[in-house]
């Protein structure tokens, strides 16, 4: 079996790191978005072939969703050292949403989303349960850290499956405007009205 023409043995051999091939290809789509991705590109900058990254991934879409599952690998291990630090559920819900937010426009992490999302239509069973497997992820953190802090008494007594789906929701529409560059919030302003809307939604009633 053969890659570009090369042996797969030695395809394999020379390969540079998966890791340095994810790792160009998110700041390419951040920069340039999918369609400045190519792989004849993609590859010049980490000393492949095209059929070589083509052996290896498959196709760009698939290069696409594991570029996603490696930047959410890291995100996710950031996310639960956040989550498990002390402190209280209030502290630690902001904590999260802080890390969910995109740092501003061409978010490298939030971009890659967007593209993910953008292609869903045309995704097979087994790339949307793998897309389901990420949001899950975040989905289940979110909910164990409201049930904690429903049971401490820091929150009110609300169904916290429910209310993770409506702040997720709330945080994936702002996360979107901030990420694509529309000029009507600033991050600051953003999580502001997260926090109020926490406030509103959570503080107990007295």
Do not use: C
């Not at 760009?60 to 559920?89: F, I, V």
Request: hydrophobic share 45%; charged share 25%.
């Amino acid at each position: 079996m053969v890659a570009g023409g090369v042996p797969v043995r030695a395809a394999r051999k020379n390969a540079p790191p998966r890791e340095d091939v994810l790792v160009a290809a998110m700041a390419t789509i951040a920069e340039r978005g999918l369609e400045g991705l190519t792989m004849a590109g993609l590859g010049r900058q980490v000393g492949m072939s095209s059929g070589h990254l083509l052996y290896y991934f498959g196709s760009k879409d698939e290069l696409l969703l594991q570029t996603l599952e490696w930047s959410e690998a890291a995100l996710g291990t950031e996310r639960r050292a956040l989550l498990s630090r002390p402190g209280t559920a209030r502290e630690r819900v902001r904590a999260y949403v802080d890390l969910y937010v995109p740092d501003g426009p061409r978010d490298p992490h939030w971009t890659l989303w967007l593209e993910v999302w953008n292609r869903s239509q045309n995704a097979g069973p087994q790339e949307r349960e793998r897309q389901a497997a990420i949001e899950g992820a975040w989905h289940r953190d979110l909910v164990a850290l409201l049930a904690e802090g429903i049971s401490r008494g820091e929150f009110r007594p609300v169904d916290a499956d429910r209310f993770a789906a409506r702040l997720r929701a709330l945080l994936d529409g702002f996360s979107i405007q901030l990420a694509v560059g529309l000029p009507l919030l600033s991050r600051g302003d953003i999580l502001e009205h997260v926090r109020e809307f926490l406030a509103d939604a959570l503080t107990p009633q007295g």
